[in-house]
């Protein structure tokens, strides 16, 4: 079984750091409603573009961090 991509973001976190996949990690982190046990591309992007926090990311980076 596939890591989740939760699992592989939370390697990535650093709240200190202002990389876009840092600043994803830090978000995904604190929302209580992100789909932790996924590793499906579109359930994450949908989550994603739906979810208030993630306005103040651009959400072109989630498609080169997912790659």
């Keep these: 079984m596939r890591k989740s991509f939760y699992s592989w973001l939370m390697t990535e976190r ?10 994803l990690a830090d978000l995904a982190f604190q929302d209580t409603a992100f789909p932790k046990h996924t590793d499906d591309f ?10 208030c926090k993630f306005f103040s990311f651009n ?3 989630f498609d080169a961090i997912w790659e």
């Design 14 to 23: 650093n709240p200190k750091s202002k990389e876009p996949k840092a600043i």
């Design 42 to 51: 579109d359930e994450v992007s949908r989550f994603s573009r739906g979810a």
């Design 59 to 61: 959400l072109g980076e």
